[in-house]
């Protein structure tokens, strides 16, 4: 990657505006590290965020004043709000509030804040904050998708314990994946240029035209770790089965249902730089699957006969042509993790295996959180026990070093 800390936002204007939450002393790092990469920061505050931090702090980091209401503009006919609101390379709303979203998606502009909202013509990235029934609450939901639809990017909220006591997705999304969000908006992610193909989510194998065979997989690590390559700018083929969480914006995705619908997406994916298999795939398929709806008889109980699917990660990381730079595979396991994916891993023939310990006693399946080891040919580096979130953010970087960003 080697770009952070580089004035790889040089001679970059960035519109801020600071909403009215507890998330906003966050704003005011965010604003050093703009500015220590060389991005100059035009800051606006609603009178809300006047309640959090003072335009004096703001002013002073970003070496700028401070435009606080709509009626301040007394120069019109030099900085009109129109102007204002144009002369960035990205407008950043943070922290962006439920009041504020809810303006966005319904048009309206009756402070400073929502009138330079509506009258840029500036790509505009918004980093939420609020508490997590707000976020959760389907008015928020629908202001969220309506504005996603309208092209508006997001960075977070992430999920963690919040300054009103509760835990959820709501907290603002840390200085440093806010920065990433803006590089990437800026054409300037460690992972821009780059193809990764994901598998994410279970494989249905069908055993006639109404019944099939599946696993409990969600998807949720898949899509965690595709919308985190995505984040960083990668062109990201999501190749998913069918799972039960949604998948990400500005992904492409590639519905499939069993294993071998998966193996053709991915061979029709390739060239790619990177190849994450996170799919839960079933390692076997109904031979005797019926084209015809199965039906009881007198004749006994069916017969089903299995076949082996094809091992997707293992065809492609030994690929005699066009294997991708870096193949990642996965494996949960309920003992002996560091011996069993160091044996998967070169069983594969694979760059890394990302392995995680699922044994009850853990209470990682299914919950918010994992332990991962990632296994490579340099060994088994154990990462703290962290949001799944948060191990794709991790995992997503890694790969970003790996590709040379
Ligand atoms: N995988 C794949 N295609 C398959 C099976 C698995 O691409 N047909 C990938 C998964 O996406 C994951 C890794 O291989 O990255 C998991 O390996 P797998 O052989 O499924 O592990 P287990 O089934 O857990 O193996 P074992 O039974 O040996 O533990």
Known sequence: MGKIGTNMLASKRILLIIGGGIAAYKTLDLIRRLRERGAAVTPVMTSAAEEFVTPLSVSALA?????????????????????????????????????????????????????????TDTPVLLAPAMNVRMWEHPATRRNHDQL???????VGPNDGDMACGEFGPGRMAEPMEILAAIETALGDGPLSGRRILVTSGPTHEP?????????????????????????????VVFITGPASVPPPQGVQVVPVESAREMDAAVDAALPVDAGVFAAAVADWRVASASDRKLKKSKDGLPVLEFAENPDI?????????????????????????????????????????????????????????????????EGAEEWPRMGKDQVAEKLALRIAEALGG
């Open 207 to 235: 055993i006639d035209p109404v019944r099939y065979i599946a696993n409990r997989s969600s998807g949720a690590q898949g899509t965690a770790v595709a919308r985190a390559l995505a984040a960083l700018g990668a062109e």
């Open 63 to 119: 070496g700028e004043r401070v435009f606080r209401h709509l009626f301040d503009l007394t120069d019109e006919a030099e900085m009109g709000h129109i102007q204002l609101s144009r002369s960035a390379d990205l407008v950043v709303v943070a922290p962006a509030t439920a009041d504020l979203m809810g303006k966005m998606a319904a048009g309206l502009a009756n402070d400073l804040a929502s009138t330079l909202l509506m009258a």
């Open 148 to 154: 996603a639809a309208d092209g508006i990017r997001f």
């Open 313 to 377: 990660l293992k065809r492609v990381s030994r690929l005699e042509a066009g294997r991708p730079r870096l193949v990642v595979g996965f494996a949960a396991e309920t003992n002996d993790v560091v011996e069993h994916a160091t044996a998967k891993r070169l069983r594969k023939g694979c760059d890394w295996i990302v392995a995680n310990d699922v044994s009850p006693a853990t209470g990682i399946m299914g919950g918010s959180e994992n332990a991962v080891i990632l296994i490579s040919d």
